[in-house]
């Protein structure tokens, strides 16, 4: 994950159908659609925590980047989900990664075969 700047909620949509408008405040690189925004809580950087496991069953949550690229995710990479607080995630907490059953062409008989879902990491 890259920051490419901070944006102000300008104006919170008022339905379903508007779209909440931001005010750039400053930005590193060219700010695109689909760029995904992360809240700024009163500004709080946690820089010691203690590792555990979470208190209770998590629901499955998703990769949304790592700084590296999702092929290789190493021990000191930093991870983005979409989990957060609201989910029950702590600082400190330890997930599972599990990488998704996957479908594959067979070269010689073209016939599709599944790859199970497999335990991929923490």
Do not use: Y
């Not at 590792?51 to 998590?58: C, G, H, I, N, V």
């Not at 790592?66 to 983005?80: F, R």
């Amino acid at each position: 994950m890259i920051s490419v700047g901070r944006v102000a909620l300008a104006r919170e949509k008022a339905n379903a159908n508007e779209a909440s408008r931001f005010d750039v405040l400053a930005a590193r690189e060219e700010l695109r659609a689909g760029d995904i925004l992360f809240p700024v809580i009163d500004g709080e950087v946690v820089s010691m925590f203690k590792p555990r496991a979470p208190d209770k069953q998590l629901s499955s949550g998703v990769i949304l980047s790592v700084d590296s690229g999702v092929s290789q995710i190493g021990a000191l990479d930093v991870v983005a989900t979409n989990l957060g607080q609201g989910d029950g995630v702590e600082v400190g907490h330890i997930l599972g990664i599990t990488k998704g059953a996957e479908r594959i062409r067979d070269p010689e008989t073209r016939d599709w075969l599944s790859i199970p879902a497999e335990r991929a990491g923490q």
